[in-house]
């Protein structure tokens, strides 16, 4: 089971760092992503993190504003966000490959967790 947390209320230019937790397995040897869903919208594919941490992948909206981390010894994949925008504003998930790294593809997660909602005002 994954459980994403640290979503909040922040003004456009702030930060947050979300994190994935993973209880009940481990996913040091899994890709994990972060997809987010604004209202209205698909759920859209937001960032990726190999098993190691060693390749990341991003799309272009957050690309130099969002980093992905992990620490396998915690089970725990990070989200840092800075210089949030409005539209950045949307439920973030994160989710776990069974293989050790996975893209862009939401089919290509196997495990999913519960959101956090991310609102940025302007």
């Known amino acids: 089971q994954l459980q994403a947390s640290g979503g909040g209320l922040v003004q456009a230019g702030g930060s947050l760092r979300l994190s994935c937790v993973a209880s009940?397995?481990?996913?040091?040897?899994?890709?994990v992503g972060w997809f987010r869903q604004a209202p209205g919208k698909e759920r859209e594919f937001v960032g990726t993190?190999?098993?190691?941490?060693?390749?990341?992948y991003y799309t272009d909206s957050v690309k130099g504003r969002f980093t992905i981390s992990r620490d396998n010894a915690k089970n725990t994949v990070y989200l840092q966000m800075n210089s949030l925008k409005p539209e950045d504003t949307a439920v973030y998930y994160c989710?776990?490959?069974?293989?050790?790294?996975?893209?862009?593809?939401?089919?290509?997660?196997?495990?999913w967790g519960q959101g956090t909602q991310v609102t940025v005002s302007s």
């Open positions: 989710a776990a490959s069974r293989t050790i790294i996975a893209g862009t593809d939401r089919n290509k997660y196997d495990y």
């Open positions: 009940g397995r481990t996913i040091g040897n899994n890709g």
């Open positions: 993190i190999s098993w190691s941490g060693g390749s990341t």
